[in-house]
């Protein structure tokens, strides 16, 4: 009920989800590459963890009521899925150059159906936030491994449908050398996620089953994913890279937008574990976020904060443990000096103790007074014109503000078709993030290129993703009256009940299924 699935950016019913695994020998010898190189891959091929058929992946899935669920959304599969494990070379987000390794998965299709073989489109996918050190989308057949879920959802959304995948873990988590993550680095994730792209393209010709890849290049990702992949998109159309589409889903493209609205009376749910990777990270990568820990964390939770995600603990872990308050981002002194009314649905997220002292928090909430940026914060239904065209037009003095007007992606008009997916009550990642980045593509000339879908919306006649509506409101529906039936009392206490278990559940678990079918549908119109 917590945290713990509303963090891991995919999170989808198939959480007891296992998959026979049948790795085996590789086509010939290996070759080793230990150079540090970006791109380079350490072991050409890497080692297979996963051959299924489509008869066999959908026995496997059928097997449980949750993989059967997850079924419902992907459709069956028409191709068998291999998932590699790779590990290649990348960087960090120091300015001093910083080599690293990172790891990833490399799914293919198998089959002799058309859909299945000859060359192939690449999904460039980008995962969604997570606190597990251990986190590896490669470990579809480990239920006790966190990118289990996530990798499953792929494999079955787009592998067994005919794509190839390629899904890093990142830098900082699973085997990388890195002792931080770069979290909303931009440039780094960027990278990160071009270097595992050009690794898995020196695999496919090895492979002990080998696969070419077609011209076609697709990107996508969920929550931090999203922000990732629209950072790689603008990279590689930077680059004269060309990209076939692009579909973001649920991610914080609008950050600067995000973060002043946090600090001024809007936090999100999930923050007491954001801001500390966000710190982290921003200092590692500019050097100027704090002097100490201190300067912005309480003393309860300040001491080792720099070095504490990622972890080996769990989510409900990091909280019982007392390494992070659940929701108590900032004290209540805040939100009555920010004027919160008592009964704001914001002010769940101030209390003692809480995770920022107060000092840095009214620091900041007077600088988004003192030096504004073209926005409305909390963010609003209808922004301003101001917001949309020219979002970063400002000087915040705060370095945290500063950090995230740098990462914030709306630099850019993209070449190729984009489509942003969301859910418009997301209390997580707010639906205006989606909405302020589509205005501002389409104020600077690529409205007809630019496409945005609400799961949680009425079915709009035509535009070929009521599907994904239908089922969204189906899945929201039953999480509700699940709820409701556990819970004793009146209608009234049954209702309560209802509606907190949908918001705890939207970001994490309603809208990744159905923000990635939307994703397919959209990639199967190149």
Same mark, same amino acid.
């Given at each position: ?25 590789? !086509? ?70 910083? @080599? ?32 597990? !050190? ?20 792929? @494999? ?12 890093? &873990? ?5 085997? /990388? ?36 890849? /077609? ?8 929550? %931090? ?27 914080? +493209? ?35 976020? +704090? /002097? ?33 308050? %659940? ?29 920022? $002292? ?7 909430? *007077?600088?988004?007074?003192? &030096? ?31 950090? @995230?007007?740098? &990462?914030?992606?709306?630099? +850019? ?10 859910? &418009? ?7 205006? /993030?989606? %909405? ?38 189906? @899945? ?15 209608? $009234?206490?049954? %209702? ?9 559940? +939207? ?13 397919? *549908? ?5």
């Amino acid at each position: 009920m917590v945290l713990k699935r509303l963090l891991m950016g995919c999170a989808c019913a198939v959480t007891t989800l296992m998959l026979a695994a049948c790795g085996g020998g590789e !086509k010939g010898g290996t070759s080793t590459d230990t150079s540090g190189a970006r791109g380079s891959l350490v072991q050409n091929p890497p080692l297979r963890l996963v051959s299924l058929t489509a008869d066999e992946f959908k026995a496997t899935l059928n097997a449980s009521s949750d993989g059967a669920a997850l079924l419902q959304v992907t459709g069956n599969p028409v191709c068998g899925v291999e998932v590699h494990y790779m590990e290649y070379g990348t960087v960090g987000a120091a300015a001093t150059p910083e @080599a690293t390794n990172a790891t990833g998965a490399l799914m293919v299709p198998n089959g002799s159906s058309a859909a299945c073989s000859g060359p192939r489109p690449i999904v460039l996918y980008a995962h969604g936030t997570t606190t597990s !050190k251990g986190y590896n989308i490669a470990a579809i057949t480990d239920a006790s491994n966190a990118g289990q879920i996530e990798g499953a959802l792929i @494999a079955a959304m787009f592998v067994a449908q005919g794509y190839i995948v390629v899904a890093p &873990n990142y830098a900082g988590y699973d085997k /990388s050398r890195l002792g931080y993550h770069p979290y909303l680095v931009a440039d780094q994730q960027s990278k990160d996620m071009i270097d595992a792209l050009a690794a898995a393209k020196k695999a496919l010709p090895n492979l002990l089953n080998p696969v070419s890849a /077609s011209a076609k290049l697709f990107i996508t990702g969920y929550s %931090q994913g999203g922000h990732v992949a629209m950072a790689t998109h603008r990279a590689l159309e930077a680059a004269g890279t060309p990209v076939t589409a692009l579909v973001g889903q649920s991610g914080p +493209y609008a950050l600067s937008t995000l973060v002043d609205a946090t600090f001024a009376g809007a936090p999100n749910l999930g923050g007491t574990v954001f801001t500390p990777l966000l710190t982290t990270s921003w200092q590692k990568a500019y050097g100027n976020i +704090y /002097s100490t820990p201190g300067d912005i964390f309480t003393t309860p939770f300040a001491s080792g904060i720099d070095t504490l995600l990622p972890t080996a603990l769990s989510f409900n872990a990091l909280f019982t443990s007392g390494k992070l308050p %659940q929701a108590a981002l900032f004290d209540t002194s805040v939100a009555d000096a920010l004027a919160l009314a008592a009964d704001s649905s914001f002010r769940a997220f101030y209390g003692t103790p809480s995770l920022v $002292n107060t000092t840095y928090a009214l620091g900041v909430a *007077g600088d988004v007074q003192a &030096n504004p940026c073209p926005t409305d914060v909390p963010p609003p239904a209808s922004p301003s014109a101001s917001a949309v065209e020219s979002p970063l037009a400002c000087t915040p003095g705060n370095k945290f503000r500063v950090a @995230a007007r740098a &990462n914030d992606l709306r630099t +850019y008009t993209p070449a190729s078709p984009v489509l942003l997916c969301g859910g &418009n009550a997301d209390p997580t990642v707010f639906f205006t /993030s989606s %909405q302020l980045t589509k205005g501002y593509f389409d104020l600077h000339g690529a409205s007809a290129r630019v496409k945005l879908v609400d799961v949680d919306s009425t079915p709009t006649a035509g535009d070929g993703f009521d599907l994904a509506r239908g089922g969204f409101a189906q @899945a929201k529906a039953k999480v509700a009256s699940d709820a409701a039936a556990a819970t004793s009392g009146d209608a $009234n206490a049954k %209702q309560a009940a209802g509606v907190k278990a949908v918001t705890l559940a +939207y970001h994490g678990t309603l809208v990744p299924p159905f923000c990635s079918a939307v994703a397919r *549908g959209f990639f199967s119109s190149f």
